[in-house]
């Protein structure tokens, strides 16, 4: 089992940023996926970014592409997201979500999940 609890949440203005963390803990093997996903009001919830955790191979969406940077600190187990240049349309829960293996940027194929974090971009 993984337990993933997220932080870092809250209410920015638009052109701000943020720092997101997920802390994982468990039975944590190199061969995961780390991704973070997102739910705004009224929308399904979306893939953002992912972070192999042995190689640190990374994926974005076009949405937050040249804005939104994942990284990962193997030793202490945390995953972040570093987000620049928050816009309006940047308000969601986001969600923190490892897969054991191979993954698409579809939800269904991540195995866990942490409880979220609010993120509100507004003047």
């Known amino acids: 089992q993984v337990h993933l609890v997220e932080s870092g949440g809250g209410l920015v203005s638009p052109g701000g940023s943020l720092r997101l963390s997920c802390a994982a803990a468990?039975?944590?093997?190199?061969?995961?996926?780390m991704g973070w996903f997102r739910q705004g009001p009224g929308k399904e919830r979306e893939f953002v970014s992912s972070i192999s955790w042995s190689i640190g191979r990374t994926d974005y969406a076009d949405s937050v592409k040249g804005r939104f940077t994942i990284f990962r600190d193997n030793t202490r187990n945390m995953v972040y997201l570093q987000m620049n240049s928050l816009k309006s349309e940047d308000t969601a829960v986001y969600y923190c979500a490892a897969a054991r293996g191979v993954t698409a940027r579809d939800p269904s194929s991540f195995d866990y999940w942490g409880q979220g974090t609010r993120v509100t971009v507004s003047s």
């Open positions: 468990g039975r944590f093997f190199n061969t995961f996926i």
